[in-house]
């Protein structure tokens, strides 16, 4: 497997185990990425990390530049990324601080720019869509987890709302009718953009509190930190045993 990136959510905004070799700027068509992409070695396999909020964390999900990152990703030579994000919980095995390898996504944003395939001459490209992340990533995050001995769930379905505000009550209870386990604001268009660029994509959600209406009281974000600061350390971890097995196939 060549070429991995990883993507960094909130909570992850650097990886304490990369050894940053470079800095790459990288001008796009679509403008400028969210941060420098640093190139590194993670375990002894070259990484590329970018932070998809900036270092320090400054952008907002609807603000991101998901195609300048996903392109500027290509360009780098990028097959495969793996993203994390920090999520909310909705159904009851998704409780805070626990890691999901979501299998299936439900976007309810808008107003952000979902594909590549709309300039101008550009020929209408229908991809299949049908199962948005690669089941080859997903099976070997499942199986480093086991190896790491990480709880995971191996399957839940995320949705993608517009942000920066959390959601209200009546909206999460509308999700989980629609079969929402996890509801997070950065999968989308980040996961159809590298399926357009053909790059396996893969999501390793990090639960940082429940949803709205799912616990008493209002969510703060002294909750979130505490609820982060486990997963996103579980989840580095994760990406470790990761690269090192796939480093030895």
Request: contains cysteine; aromatic residues 6%; charged residues 20%.
């Amino acid at each position: 497997m060549n070429h991995l990136a990883i993507i960094g959510g909130t909570g992850l905004s650097q990886l304490s185990d990369l050894k940053i070799i470079k800095s790459e700027q990288i001008a796009t068509p679509y403008g400028a990425p969210s941060a420098d992409f640093n190139i590194g070695e993670l375990n002894g396999k070259q990484v590329i990390f970018l932070a998809r909020h900036g270092n320090p964390h400054a952008i907002a999900p609807h603000k991101i530049n998901y195609c300048a990152n996903i392109w500027g990703l290509k360009q780098l030579g990028v097959e495969n990324i793996i993203a994390v994000a920090a999520v909310g919980g909705i159904t009851p095995e998704m409780v805070p601080a626990h890691i999901t390898i979501p299998d299936q996504i439900i976007d309810y944003s808008y107003g952000r720019k979902h594909t590549f395939f709309e300039d101008e001459g550009e020929p209408v490209t229908h991809i299949d869509f049908s199962y948005p992340y690669s089941q080859t990533l997903r099976s070997k995050l499942i199986h480093a987890a086991k190896q790491a001995g990480i709880p995971i769930s191996p399957i839940g379905t995320y949705g993608c709302t517009q942000g920066p505000r959390l959601e209200t009550a009546a909206e999460i209870k509308r999700m989980e009718q629609d079969g929402c386990d996890l509801v997070g604001m950065t999968g989308m268009p980040e996961a159809v953009l590298a399926r357009e660029l053909g790059i396996n994509y893969v999501a390793v959600a990090v639960i940082a509190n429940w949803a709205a209406g799912k616990a008493e009281g209002e969510i703060t974000m002294a909750e979130i930190e505490q609820n982060l600061h486990k997963g996103m350390a579980n989840a580095a971890e994760l990406l470790k045993i990761f690269v090192a097995m796939i480093s030895e196939s």
